[in-house]
């Protein structure tokens, strides 16, 4: 699969890197066709890897992921291009940090809003790049979840999201319920604090 990733940070490059593991074709798309960060993943990739511009990404992308940072995640994609994005399946992984109650609204339901021919899918935001990548890395089963409106889209997320090496997935329903993640940032951050490490994550006990 063709897959784009928008962002060219920690979360971007290792779901970028994990997906060149997996076989696919993946672009790393920044707001520069000259980005040094682009440029330096995508040569070490082979290739498969590849950078390019938001609007490039978009172009080349059958899938889409939403690795920008969250207060800027909409000009982001805007940069990216409506026409670009339509029919896209965007995987919205960001937060909006610190998180702010005033939006009412999510961050996956503004995108959801503002691209409304897309298919936006919240998931992997409720843990750290690394877990993101690497569910293995915790001696235990624990929970993943996902939110968004289309049924057939989230089912494509799920199956890269096992791929991946995820298998407790609990989707929680419509693009709405990604209120409930991204409102779990700050537990999220305080138990950080309090064991000094981020390689930690929750589970669902059924």
Same mark, same amino acid.
């Given at each position: 699969m063709r897959i784009g990733v928008l962002?060219?940070?920690?979360?971007?490059?290792?779901?970028? %890197?994990?997906?060149?593991?997996?076989?696919?074709?993946?672009?790393?798309? %920044?707001?520069?066709?000259?980005?040094?960060? +682009? @440029?330096?993943?995508?040569?070490?990739?082979?290739?498969?890897?590849?950078?390019?511009?938001?609007?490039? =990404? +978009? =172009?080349?992308?059958?899938?889409?992921?939403?690795? #920008?940072?969250?207060?800027?995640?909409i000009a982001a994609l805007q940069a990216a291009g409506l026409e670009g994005l339509e029919d896209r399946i965007i995987v919205d992984v960001a937060n909006v940090l610190p998180p702010d109650e005033r939006m009412g609204e999510s961050l996956g339901e503004r995108i959801q809003k503002a691209f409304p021919l897309s298919k936006v899918v919240k998931t992997l935001n409720t843990i750290n790049a690394e877990l993101m990548v690497h569910p293995e890395a915790l001696s235990a089963p624990h929970t993943l979840f996902l939110s968004g409106n289309d049924d057939g889209a989230k089912k494509a997320v799920r199956g890269l999201l096992e791929s991946f090496g995820w298998s407790d997935i609990?989707? *929680?329903?419509?693009?709405? =319920?990604?209120? +409930? #993640?991204?409102?779990?940032?700050?537990?999220? *951050? @305080?138990?950080?604090?309090?064991?000094?490490?981020?390689?930690?994550n929750v589970r669902v006990v059924r």
């Amino acid at each position: 699969m063709r897959i784009g990733v928008l962002g060219t940070g920690m979360v971007g490059s290792a779901i970028a %890197s994990k997906l060149i593991t997996l076989g696919h074709d993946v672009m790393m798309g %920044s707001r520069t066709a000259n980005n040094p960060k +682009a @440029a330096g993943w995508a040569s070490q990739m082979g290739p498969r890897g590849r950078a390019g511009t938001f609007a490039d =990404t +978009a =172009t080349f992308a059958e899938m889409v992921f939403n690795c #920008t940072r969250g207060e800027t995640s909409i000009a982001a994609l805007q940069a990216a291009g409506l026409e670009g994005l339509e029919d896209r399946i965007i995987v919205d992984v960001a937060n909006v940090l610190p998180p702010d109650e005033r939006m009412g609204e999510s961050l996956g339901e503004r995108i959801q809003k503002a691209f409304p021919l897309s298919k936006v899918v919240k998931t992997l935001n409720t843990i750290n790049a690394e877990l993101m990548v690497h569910p293995e890395a915790l001696s235990a089963p624990h929970t993943l979840f996902l939110s968004g409106n289309d049924d057939g889209a989230k089912k494509a997320v799920r199956g890269l999201l096992e791929s991946f090496g995820w298998s407790d997935i609990l989707d *929680l329903g419509d693009i709405s =319920t990604a209120r +409930a #993640t991204e409102s779990y940032l700050p537990l999220w *951050l @305080a138990t950080w604090k309090a064991l000094g490490t981020a390689a930690f994550n929750v589970r669902v006990v059924r």
